[in-house]
């Protein structure tokens, strides 16, 4: 809650013309609450209106079952580290995903 405007505004802010992916690096991230979901949904429709894509790096057990309750992985890739997130690795191949 304390920063998820202004990580919402650095994600905004990263998606300049004719950049196409832009990775929300969420790997020391332990909590998200409904701030943060907003900041990402309002991420990705910018992302979505310049044709350019969010991805999460998003290694945290914790957190991913927070995005997955709040459905956020129907709506963006997440990955379970950077690295794969860096690679665009299927995110569904990643045996960490909770189902």
Same mark, same amino acid.
Not at 15 to 43: E, H, K, Q, Y
Not at 76 to 99: K, Q, V
């Given at each position: &809650?304390?920063? =998820? ?6 994600? +905004?802010? =990263? !998606?300049? /013309? ?7 690096? &969420? ?14 949904? !309002?991420? @990705?429709? @910018?992302? =979505?209106? +310049?044709?350019?894509? !969010?991805?999460?790096?998003? /290694?945290? +057990? @914790? *957190? $991913?079952?927070?995005?997955? *309750? &709040?459905?956020l992985d129907r709506l !963006? /890739?997440?990955?379970?580290? *950077? =690295?794969?997130? $860096?690679?665009?690795?299927? /995110?569904?191949?990643?045996?960490? +995903? $909770?189902?």
């Open positions: &809650m304390a920063n =998820a405007e202004d990580v919402g505004d650095q994600l +905004r802010s =990263a !998606l300049t /013309p004719g950049v196409t992916i832009v990775i929300a690096d &969420m790997t020391t991230t332990v909590f998200c609450d409904s701030s943060g979901i907003r900041s990402l949904l !309002l991420a @990705h429709d @910018h992302a =979505a209106a +310049r044709d350019a894509q !969010l991805r999460l790096a998003a /290694p945290s +057990r @914790h *957190l $991913l079952q927070i995005l997955q *309750l &709040m459905g !963006l /890739p997440i990955y379970p580290s *950077l =690295a794969t997130a $860096l690679t665009g690795e299927s /995110p569904e191949s990643s045996t960490w +995903r $909770l189902i």
